[in-house]
């Protein structure tokens, strides 16, 4: 069975960091793209970080870049965003998702992801 579980999330204060792990089971992450979204209360669905699991290509929105730095460790099939610099605006549930075919711009564009994880809640308050 296919299945990805994000965790690692958590209360944080502004200037803090937080570190997301996204673990696969069920499926081997090489050769995927995998991305991390994220949702805030109201709004849609944005793409913040994505990777390619076979090249190592990094696509990441301009509201995170240089801030979060997403990675992967394919011995222990997982991904990991590293969230440095915290801003309120960073609250919101993070899932992450993985797809096949996406090339990696394309995937945190457009979240049409295969497989979804049910998300970790990220709140950024003082």
């Known amino acids: 069975q296919v299945q990805l579980v994000e965790s690692g999330g958590g209360l944080e204060q502004p200037g803090g960091s937080l570190r997301l792990s996204c673990a696969a089971s069920?499926?081997?992450?090489?050769?995927?793209?995998i991305g991390w979204f994220r949702q805030a209360p109201g709004k849609e669905r944005e793409g913040v970080a994505c990777?390619?699991?076979?090249?190592?290509?990094?696509y990441y929105s301009d509201s995170v870049k240089g801030r979060f730095t997403i990675s992967r460790d394919s011995a222990k099939n997982t991904v990991y965003l590293q969230m440095d610099s915290l801003k309120p605006e960073d609250t919101g549930v993070y899932y992450c998702?993985?797809?096949?075919?996406?090339?990696?711009?394309?995937?945190?564009?457009?979240?049409?992801?295969?497989?979804w994880g049910q998300g970790t809640q990220v709140t950024v308050s003082s």
């Open positions: 990777i390619s699991t076979s090249e190592g290509n990094t």
């Open positions: 998702s993985a797809d096949p075919w996406a090339p990696v711009q394309a995937m945190c564009l457009t979240p049409l992801g295969s497989y």
């Open positions: 069920g499926f081997s992450f090489e050769g995927f793209t």
